[in-house]
């Protein structure tokens, strides 16, 4: 079936690294991406990556695919403020086609 | 270069009535997809459409149905609204049907009263 769970709270410090996991159940993804949501606004397309890849790397975002354990991570390097919001998990698979598949999303706070 | 854009952004409705939500993709692209939003959720995929037809569709009920016209532009419509349809409608858009790529609008507030 078609399901992707996230951890619902993530709290770090500015200036460190900070990293969201995410597993899905359906073997036949085809893209994994991750999205960003602030408070009252709709979602920003931060990165994706296709399923043949392992990591992505893109400015302080880095992905990582482990495709056996279908585990998906993005690690935001010098976390900032500005980096406070909702982020979300998605896939798309071989059978769902161009539907988005979302986690419930992990909210990322940032302490002083 | 505009991204997508939804109208309007807020909106409150009675139990019963029917609701119009609009959505004007991304310059280029031709291709919207639907999705609800509800409060702590992820969003659900409610349908998409391309060349004018609805081509997928998610676990949503009849009374939501959908229109793209001819300048790619596409309208949301759901009727005998319940209090369970209180969500932020997301409308994204993409070139050509399939794509990997979608961008997402700032979405409308949906309260049924």
């Known amino acids: 079936g078609e399901d992707v769970e996230q951890s619902l709270f993530l709290s770090v410090r500015e200036g460190d690294s900070s990293v969201i996991n995410c597993t899905y159940t359906d073997s036949s993804s085809t893209y994994l991406y991750w999205y960003k949501q602030e408070p009252g606004a709709g979602l920003q397309l931060l990165t994706y990556?296709?399923?043949?890849?392992d990591m992505k790397q893109d400015q302080r975002l880095t992905v990582l695919l482990n495709k056996k354990d279908k585990h998906l991570s993005l690690r935001i390097a010098d976390t900032q403020t500005g980096d406070s919001a909702i982020y979300f998990c998605a896939e798309t698979t071989y059978s769902s086609a161009s539907k988005i598949i979302f986690g419930s999303g992990t909210r990322l706070s940032i302490r002083p | 270069d505009a991204g997508v854009t939804q109208s309007p952004t807020h909106l409150i409705k009675t139990r019963g009535q029917q609701v119009t939500l609009r959505c004007s993709p991304k310059?280029?692209?031709?291709?919207v997809s639907w999705y609800q939003q509800a409060l702590g959720q992820g969003p659900q995929f409610i349908f998409q459409y391309y060349e004018e037809e609805e081509r997928q569709r998610g676990n949503f009920p009849d009374r939501f149905s959908g229109h793209q016209f001819p300048n790619y532009s596409s309208e949301l419509n759901v009727n005998a609204l319940l209090l369970g349809d209180s969500a932020l409608y997301l409308c994204?858009?993409?070139?050509?049907?399939?794509?990997?790529?979608?961008?997402f609008g700032p979405g409308t507030r949906l309260t049924v009263t």
């Open positions: 994204a858009s993409s070139r050509g049907q399939g794509t990997y790529e979608q961008y």
């Open positions: 990556i296709f399923s043949n890849m």
């Open positions: 310059s280029g692209h031709d291709t």
